[in-house]
């Protein structure tokens, strides 16, 4: 699986910043740095977890990339069947065909259907836009894809509100598919349903992985969900991915600080299991103002001098022929530790 | 190893007296009903449970399943057009026991219970803050309507109080307003102004589902601690069995207004008894487990409240539901000391 990977989407050095703005005349005093230069690779077919506290910056990175808000800096590589391009860089026409490609499901299954269109109306709007079909035919995908996600046919012509959120939230991935796109942006898809419904969507959501050969970013709070659907694993920290690492190589060798803090922290549902937890001190530093040197330092109980003057890089390590990437300047000394237990 | 829930049937005589001096709230055979659009929710149906000193009983449920329902008849908080039905809510003080459910809301009996003996922290923590006062004014204004306290000291407490929950520049936030405070922060205001008259029951109602993990974590320490050195009871309503694994001495699991199945931690969590509980477990994913467990969602949704299924409420989404299910609900059966479950199948699910 590790060589030879089909390379999606390559972003590099990609940052959002949002102004700051203050005073009569709206002068920008300061940036939100949202997400402060991400390089990740995408590959095909695979599902990239994106996980982080809240304020990391893993939405914005997700809508940067569909341009739903507008990067300040860096590009993004997608490999479409007609070559490469960059699609930061691409005009208004352009992008627009592109788009098709590229799809999102949004976290709240309450605010992304319009409730004045019935359901065959949310998914007619983006399949008349890339001229899929005529009426009839329309109708029938939309039968099809609802029966994808396990729905009947004639719900069709009902309205959002007759819906319950596990409903809405399969309707909302059906309608990311309806254009059959190859990148799925899940932003915390399955956060707002309850457990029970969550385990659903889940499933249905590796199904169509399969059938369909999708790639997803799964960009979520909750480490045993994404643990559950995700092949790689990117941990952010004010929008830095601080660590990169593959499902099972991340839990077994959690390198980065923040990581190990954040999966101690998380409470496991079996009770013979009881850990050691690594308490945090603190909250996550305000991200118009990051701390100088590594962001983790102010919380972090390994920090030292080099930490709060020097920013860390994202450099490779190397786990049983996996590749493993973190960006602390006490990686060397974390995996020795890991290596040896 | 206490066992907290006891379906109690046959101790109406004997409740006056206070059977255990741990325990220290009752409740029996609770029903609320909401009354809206002249259509009548059966919110709770007959629930029993006791609270014991120093232990956290959790509550554990899907939404709707009437959870927080329970924490609000508790603190007679529920809306208007409800009421409680029957049975009976005792809390045990110091040399009196107080029926709760027979206080009036906004008397001044159930006024001096509330806050002082029994105190609620709440999910979201911006709209429980007024923001147009400072936090320290909000704690001040509790601590001043429960005890003979002058501004000047009122305010000293708050600092105090601040100052124990982990709040940094205690002196100077006490002056501050809640859009100052982070979220984790707001949440520890409000248990501050929970904690300010030394409550002898704490009820959370999800109070740490709008935190991140890392934050929750910090306020579970910070509960576990106020327990073990306040000897205080807790009640934690939650959806996360994450959180019952890590937090609870004695779980009770609801669904659709009924208490399915209750007992200690390790009983519910590691020997399920009710169908339900068996499928909520199984359908979350675990940490640690992998890409490849297996999940098993539980089929079908919830029904609706005003159109229940007659008989046990689970039996249409349950695997082993048979045709007697559907005729009768199923009543509280031990199955061990202190493991109630009701449920006709509960043999099957506990010895294969």
């Known amino acids: 699986m590790a060589e030879n990977r089909d390379v999606l989407m390559k972003i590099e050095n990609l940052k959002t910043y949002f102004p700051v703005k203050k005073g009569v005349f709206k002068r920008t005093v300061g940036h939100v740095k949202a997400v402060d230069g991400v390089d990740l690779e995408v590959y095909r077919g695979e599902t990239l977890g994106i996980v982080g506290e809240s304020g990391c910056g893993k939405t914005t990175l997700g809508k940067s990339l569909l341009r739903l808000c507008q990067p300040s800096e860096g590009s993004v590589h997608y490999a479409f069947s007609d070559g490469t391009k960059d699609i930061m860089r691409l005009k208004g026409n352009e992008f627009d065909k592109v788009r098709r490609n590229l799809q999102i499901v949004f976290q709240d299954p309450y605010s992304s259907l319009n409730p004045s269109f019935t359901i065959f109306g949310a998914f007619n709007d983006p399949l008349k836009k890339f001229g899929i079909g005529d009426k009839k035919e329309r109708e029938e995908l939309v039968a099809r894809l609802l029966a994808d996600v396990n729905l009947p046919r004639d719900y069709m012509t009902r309205y959002p509100n007759e819906f319950s959120g596990g409903q809405r939230q399969r309707i909302g991935i059906a309608r990311a598919l309806s254009v059959d796109p190859e990148l799925i942006v899940c932003d915390e898809a399955v956060s707002a349903l309850d457990v029970s419904i969550q385990a659903q969507v889940l499933k249905l959501l590796k199904k169509l992985q399969v059938e369909r050969n999708l790639t997803y970013l799964f960009i979520t709070h909750d480490l045993s969900v994404v643990e559950y659907v995700a092949d790689r694993i990117a941990v952010m920290y004010l929008g830095k991915v601080v660590e990169l690492a593959e499902t099972d190589d991340l839990f077994a060798h959690t390198l980065h600080p923040y990581t190990k803090a954040l999966l101690s922290a998380i409470p496991i549902a079996d009770i013979t299991k009881k850990k050691k937890r690594i308490p945090l001190q603190g909250d996550v530093p305000s991200p118009v103002n990051p701390p100088s040197g590594c962001p983790f330092h102010p919380r972090c109980q390994h920090a030292t001098d080099r930490c709060k003057s020097e920013v860390p890089k994202l450099r490779p390590f190397v786990f049983e022929g996996k590749s493993h990437q973190v960006s602390c300047h006490y990686g060397e000394q974390f995996a020795e530790e890991t290596t040896s237990v | ?352």
């Open chain 2, 1 to 352: 190893m206490g066992c907290v829930m006891q379906p109690i049937r046959h101790r109406w005589a004997e409740m006056a007296f206070n059977e255990s001096n741990d325990t220290i709230l009752e409740v029996k055979d609770l029903c609320v009903n909401f009354y809206t659009n002249q259509r009548c929710n059966k919110a709770l149906r007959n629930i029993s449970f006791s609270m014991k000193r120093g232990k956290t009983l959790c509550i554990v449920g899907e939404s709707g399943c009437g959870k927080s329902v329970t924490a609000n008849s508790i603190m007679q908080l529920l809306p208007e057009l409800s009421r409680i039905e029957s049975g009976s809510i005792t809390y045990h003080g110091e040399g009196q026991s107080i029926r709760i459910d027979s206080l009036k809301r906004n008397g001044r009996k159930m006024r001096r219970l509330r806050g002082q003996e029994i105190a609620m922290i709440f999910q979201d923590p911006m709209t429980a803050l007024n923001p147009v006062f400072s936090v320290g004014f909000q704690i001040d204004e509790m601590l001043q309507s429960h005890l003979p306290l002058s501004r000047k000291e009122a305010t000293e407490r708050s600092i105090q109080l601040l100052k124990e929950m982990g709040v940094p520049l205690p002196e100077q936030r006490v002056h501050e307003y809640p859009h100052q405070y982070s979220g984790g922060m707001r949440q520890r205001a409000m248990i501050a102004m929970a904690m300010a008259c030394a409550p002898k029951i704490l009820i959370a109602d999800e109070p740490t589902t709008a935190l991140d993990v890392t934050i929750q974590a910090q306020i579970f320490e910070l509960m576990l601690d106020l327990k073990h050195e306040k000897q205080m009871a807790i009640l934690l309503i939650t959806h996360d069995m994450g959180v019952v694994a890590e937090m609870a001495d004695d779980v009770a699991v609801m669904y659709m207004g009924n208490i399915v199945e209750s007992g200690s931690a390790e009983q519910v969590m590691a020997s399920p008894a009710h169908p339900y509980t068996k499928a909520l477990l199984e359908s979350i994913p675990v940490l640690g487990k992998g890409k490849n467990q297996k999940l098993e969602p539980i089929r079908g949704t919830t029904p609706d409240p005003y159109d229940r299924p007659k008989g046990c409420q689970f039996a249409p989404r349950c695997d082993y539901a048979t045709d007697g299910c559907a005729v009768q609900m199923p009543s509280e059966t031990i199955v061990e000391d202190g493991h109630m479950v009701r449920c006709f199948h509960h043999k099957e699910l506990l010895h294969g």
